[in-house]
């Protein structure tokens, strides 16, 4: 599998979840996992792994799902195993840190957002 950082793009190649500093690998083309198919969470390596096969929203979405796992990890916490408010109380903390130690993250999925042409308003 072709680690390709993204050239001359504004895609992160870095977040700091809580006191690490993760790396962002853009992959091209599909993952090359059984278990993961769009990005990965690698705590041990401190990165975190995306393909850039999908439209820019949904690498948005999937980035962050993966800081998500990243902030559930540094609590020790069991997105699975957790009661839907407990999940709640702690990504919403961890997401905001998140922006503020990364105003990078957040102006990308800004632009990807502010890309987007809404659909089904009136």
Not at 56 to 72: K, P, S, T
Request: negative net charge.
């Amino acid at each position: 599998m072709a680690k390709n950082p993204a050239k001359g793009s504004i895609r992160p190649t870095q977040v700091r979840i809580g006191g690490f500093l993760f790396t962002i690998v853009w992959y091209d083309g599909a993952l090359q996992t059984t278990t993961d198919k769009f990005g990965y969470f690698d705590a041990t390596k401190q990165e975190i792994g995306l393909t850039t096969e999908l439209s820019e929203l949904r690498q948005a979405e999937v980035l962050l799902y993966e800081v998500m796992e990243g902030i559930a990890w540094l609590g020790g916490r069991h997105p699975e195993k957790d009661k839907p408010h407990d999940v709640l109380s702690y990504l919403d903390v961890g997401l905001i840190s998140i922006f503020v130690q990364n105003p990078h993250v957040l102006a990308w999925i800004q632009s990807v957002c502010a890309a987007q042409k809404p659909t089904g308003l009136a």
